[in-house]
């Protein structure tokens, strides 16, 4: 009768390759930048949208990176794409989403719509994952995006960060805001409506 395999403390941390570690500082800059607007929100001092906005940048660059390595060591796996789709849903879905919230987009209507921005940015990457094989089979690499990738998220963050540059944060937020039977709706969130309509079109992307 065989004994049950026993695994080694840290086993999993073991097989992550160098191209993983990136993708995981691609999180944990998602995860700062929510901490950063949760600090904005207690306190009401603007540095702190600032650095969300600066740590959603970051995140944009180790995720360019983590590909960039991946390639360069010829060493892609089924993980870490799955880890890079779950890395990027917090530092381009979540996060974007809670930074736009917390320089004031806190209405009814505005809650739906960056919902359903993140929402859209999760079917996106499932799509990606799914359709990827099927998308490189010609030629072993993916040759375009159907679909905005959802890291374009970056370019909503840096139109809140210069909105907080220039002061228009909550009550002075860009296009003020308008009342639909009651509930608020803020019509700077429309372009998170655009992004998330965009990431879920069959529009191809090349991909450079």
């Not at 700062?32 to 740590?55: P, Q, R």
């Not at 530092?91 to 209405?107: D, E, K, L, R, T």
């Not at 905005?148 to 937020?173: E, F, H, K, N, W």
Request: one cysteine or more; hydrophobic letters at 50%.
């Amino acid at each position: 009768m065989s004994t049950p395999k026993r695994h080694k403390p840290f086993s999993m941390i073991r097989e992550f390759q160098l191209a993983d570690w990136f993708t995981l500082a691609n999180a944990a800059c998602g995860t700062g930048a929510l901490f950063s607007m949760l600090t904005y929100l207690k306190t009401g001092i603007v540095m702190h949208v600032y650095f969300a906005c600066g740590l959603v940048a970051a995140a944009f660059i180790f995720d360019v990176l983590d590909g960039r390595i991946a390639r360069w060591r010829q060493k892609n796996s089924i993980m870490g794409r799955e880890l890079d789709s779950l890395a990027d849903v917090i530092s381009f879905g979540v996060a974007p989403a809670v930074i736009a919230y917390g320089c004031g987009m806190q209405g009814l209507y505005d809650r739906v719509v960056l919902t359903s921005f993140v929402a859209c940015g999760v079917s996106r990457l499932a799509r990606f994952n799914v359709t990827a094989d099927e998308l490189s089979a010609e030629c072993g690499k993916v040759k375009y995006f159907e679909g905005t990738p959802i890291p374009t998220s970056l370019l909503l963050v840096v139109v809140l960060c210069v909105a907080a540059y220039q002061g228009a944060l909550r009550d002075s937020l860009w296009f003020g805001h308008v009342l639909i039977a009651g509930f608020t709706l803020h019509p700077l969130v429309l372009i998170f409506a655009l992004s998330g309509s965009l990431m879920v079109s069959r529009i191809r992307f090349p991909k450079f």
